[in-house]
């Protein structure tokens, strides 16, 4: 199953690499990508394989440090925007 996330990543050394990683890591094996500087931060929009839920994704990525927002995209068989995951920007 095809998943898809959008999120604010913070403007650190590795931190995309960070989100990648530990996507994969957890069995969401990224297939697209697209990501673009917003000052300082990065605008990220992910697509993942895995038959895990989307939800579990949205959730361990917004433990990321470099990480401020989450947000759950509609898959390409759904309509809308949910699971949204933010964190406190300090």
Known sequence: MT???????????GAL???LVFASKRGYEPV?????RDG??????LKVESE????????????LFDVESVLGMPDDNEE???????????
């Open 32 to 36: 697209g990508i697209q990501v673009r």
């Open 52 to 63: 895990k839920p989307k939800m579990l994704l949205v959730r361990t990525l917004g433990q």
């Open 17 to 19: 690499q960070r989100v």
């Open 40 to 45: 300082e931060r990065f605008e990220m929009e």
């Open 3 to 13: 998943h898809k996330v959008r999120l604010r990543v913070k403007c650190e050394p």
């Open 80 to 90: 809308g925007v949910h699971e949204d995951a933010p964190k406190e920007v300090e």
